[in-house]
């Protein structure tokens, strides 16, 4: 890992991706993978870190949303809104076996 300080987690980046700084924002992240795609971090503010183990497991095991929570569940296929919301978490599942692709922030 290329990044100083490094993130607290590492669930958001890709396999063999190289993790970096953010040129100019702390605490912002960024994945580069070897194919040149990026993908940007924000830090745990989702709490999506919280939940990293029911990825494998169907939608159905996902406890009660806590009370201050924001989440969105969507099928890994899905159109939907690409925002910036760091406090949402995303659950994205497979449509026809419900089963939970990834859990990430926006």
């Known amino acids: 890992m290329a990044a100083d300080p490094?993130?607290?987690?590492?669930?958001?980046?890709?396999?063999?991706?190289?993790?970096?700084?953010?040129?100019?924002?702390?605490?912002?992240?960024?994945?580069?993978?070897?194919?040149?795609?990026?993908?940007?971090y924000f830090g745990d503010q989702?709490?999506?870190?919280?939940?990293?183990?029911?990825?494998?497991q169907t939608i159905d095991a996902l406890p009660q949303k806590p009370a201050n929570a924001t989440w969105r569940l969507t099928c890994?296929?899905?159109?939907?809104?690409?925002?910036?919301?760091?406090?949402?978490?995303n659950v994205y599942y497979d449509q026809e076996t419900r089963v939970i692709d990834e859990i990430s922030w926006p």
């Open 6 to 40: 490094q993130p607290s987690f590492a669930y958001w980046a890709p396999e063999n991706a190289t993790i970096r700084n953010h040129a100019r924002q702390p605490c912002i992240w960024i994945a580069e993978s070897p194919g040149g795609s990026r993908k940007h």
């Open 76 to 89: 890994s296929k899905c159109v939907a809104q690409s925002d910036l919301e760091w406090t949402r978490v």
């Open 46 to 56: 989702c709490r999506a870190s919280e939940f990293q183990r029911f990825v494998g």
